[in-house]
């Protein structure tokens, strides 16, 4: 994609979205032809020197393989903004939407973490754009970040739940395994009561009812699923490999155009081994590669997708620390971040040296994709693209 | 009771000046303040603590003994030199002091160590075992370190509501098994009830500022802005400063309540002297609520541990816990 086609996307965009007809209506808007886009969060937390600085990164396949492919934006921040947190679900909005503060607490629990968008996600600016089923837009999400299932969409009064993305965690799984187990009353009946006590403990959990149900699509890859690992839970796996796992099934099976995988697993670190952050950032890299091989290997996506790695937040330098690695107290280190971008129409083996802004990247994305994302407040980095 | 005593009562603290006594005091204090910043002096201090409370205790036992004589305050002891008593060696009088500190803090550190590990190497191996299994989703045995956790809550509750009066049985008695008369313990406990649970209060109270000391860094930017802009050697003088002051809140918070605890002791076992071996018998309400409430007091410390690993987690500040144990803070930064 060059400047001139790149316009020329996003003016088709737009009328696109003229065309898009009313919330809760989609499916009648356009085709979509673009390049499909993986959104990778090299969560949850990490800082430039384990990850983008030479010598003392554990991510070398990252830094040394992928980041020629593309273009590499070392100095990318979180704003410093009044109200602005430096951690998980926050920067993740901050990627899906383009600004920064856009969330509230979802449900009635105001003091918890559970957050959902108030302006438009990009899954949301994609549905409603182009013709493209949920199951095609997915949000990847670990188990234990349940707070995370309320990203797939916001409460704009022009965008909203009509536009969802799916998403594909092991909290769905479950839900689909005990629905699955009690709609068609298998095991005893203490089993069924313990599926049902259970079912009900995890739906509690759901507090806008965004997972009462999922696209057919989905329910046919959770019964491979189910399948090829079994119903215990102990045979998938574990941790951000199962978020790797789902992506290469998601590839294979759903065939997404638009894919988000939040990767969690360095914030281990706030406990104290300050081996699991550096592990857990080895892990991300190694599963990294595992996706970008699968997508080359797929003649459907090879040379049709573009790759954006983005962390969520950095994490602090503080040297009066043991295990200098929290985020949540606004420090300078946690608000420094980096971006990569790779896959056509992106420059190669570039790296911006210049100052951008993590909200940079929604309009970025949208940029590459062909939509305007309207409510976005950062600018498209329009200095990648060919 | 043993020599110990006999030589740490000093016969010349009447005769001395106030005022020099006070500079005396204010410079061996400086000097544990300076010896607590490394491990190695931290055991001598903790020697010279024991010395001071059996010191403090004798003085007051003499009191509670002979009411009609004005017997004064102890000095603090002496860093190197010993007490100049009659027929001691030239060794003892020139180097008996320190030849003590070391022996006692040895001892101290040995009681303590035995007194505090059955939880906090529990805790230890919990928090590490439990992260651990948890970062690596080991669901099938995710109950092992929550589990050992909350073992270590319960073996430390108990063990902790003795410790400051054991601690103060040694210093009395001047031998190691005198932590572990755990009888007799129990029952010079019981002969200063409520007095007691003030003092395991005011020990719990006084930790906060600790706690707090430790937390703070955490959030250094918020208080000194720009703070992470500093060079190495001006964080490494303020990481310096800022222990040392820690310290000195420290050594101030352990001379009270080791003096405190010493003076309890005192009392309680003139109490127990004129009961005879099995004391009092006290009401089995007084006696249950006072430890229901020496349990809460307790419990309080150990929630102050833990939110402290969590907001700034030290792998030492498992297993020591300066105003029980080694009275030695580290460097605010460093690996431990």
Known sequence: ?386 | MTDLLASEAPPDLETRVPIARRFGSLLRLAVAVLLCLTPLGAVLVLGWLMRMMARERAVVARRLADTGTKWPRPSLPNWVVGTATQGQSRRHRWFGGMIENIRLGLASLLTLALGTFPFSLLWLFSWWGGWENSFNKGYEQAWVGPALGLLGVGIALPLLTRLPMALAHQAAEGRISAFFAFGHVRRLTRQVGWRYVFLCFLIVLSAFPLFAAKSAPVFVENWSPGFLSRNAAEVEAFASGYRLAATAYLLLVLVIWRRAAARLHARASHRLDGLGTTGARASWLGTALRGLLLGAIWFVLVAQIYVGQFVNHQWLAWINHPVLVLPWIPQPGSVL
């Open chain 1, 1 to 386: 994609m060059n400047r001139r086609q790149f316009s020329r996307a996003i003016g088709s965009s737009v009328a696109a979205a003229g065309l898009a007809g009313l919330p809760g209506q989609p499916g009648a808007a356009a085709r979509y032809n673009g390049p499909n886009v993986v959104i990778v969060r090299f969560g949850g937390g990490v800082r430039r020197r384990e990850t983008i600085e030479p010598g003392t990164t554990y991510a070398p396949r990252l830094l040394n393989v992928l980041a020629p492919r593309g273009v590499l934006v070392p100095n990318m921040t979180i704003a410093q903004l009044d109200g602005v947190d430096t951690s998980h679900a926050e920067g993740t909005v901050n990627v899906l939407t383009g600004r920064y503060r856009a969330y509230r607490h979802a449900g009635t629990d105001a003091v918890g973490d559970d957050l959902e968008p108030t302006e438009p996600t990009l899954f949301e600016y994609f549905r409603r754009a182009f013709d493209v089923p949920a199951h095609q837009t997915l949000l990847i999400n670990g188990e234990d970040r349940l707070q995370e299932e309320f990203l797939s969409y916001g409460v704009h009064k022009n965008h909203g739940v009509a536009y969802r993305s799916e998403v594909l965690s092991l909290y769905r799984y479950k839900l689909w395994k005990l629905r699955d187990r009690l709609d068609n009353a298998r095991g005893t009946d203490e089993e069924l009561q313990a599926a049902a006590k259970e079912l009900a403990g995890l739906e509690a959990k759901d507090h806008r009812g965004a997972a009462q149900s999922q696209a057919p699509e989905i329910d046919q890859m959770w019964r491979r699923w189910q399948i090829f690992y079994g119903d215990d839970g102990l045979k998938n796996p574990r941790g951000d490999a199962a978020l790797t796992e789902l992506g290469l099934w998601a590839l294979q099976h759903l065939r997404p155009r638009l894919m988000m995988i939040n990767y969690q697993d360095p914030d281990y670190v706030h406990w104290g081994n300050a081996s699991h952050y550096t592990r857990a950032i080895a892990a991300i890299d190694r599963d990294l590669h595992r996706l970008v091989a699968a997508v080359d290997a797929d003649p459907e996506y090879r040379d049709d997708t573009v790759f954006v790695v983005v962390p969520d937040c950095g994490r602090d330098a503080n040297p009066l620390l043991s295990v200098p690695f929290q985020h949540h107290f606004n420090t300078r280190s946690a608000h420094e971040i980096w971006a990569l971008f790779f896959g056509p129409g992106i420059a190669r083996g570039r790296v911006l040296d210049k100052p951008a802004d993590q909200s940079s990247v929604a309009a970025t994305v949208g940029a590459v994709m062909g939509l305007r994302t309207a409510r976005a407040e950062g600018r498209a980095l329009e200095e990648l693209i060919l």
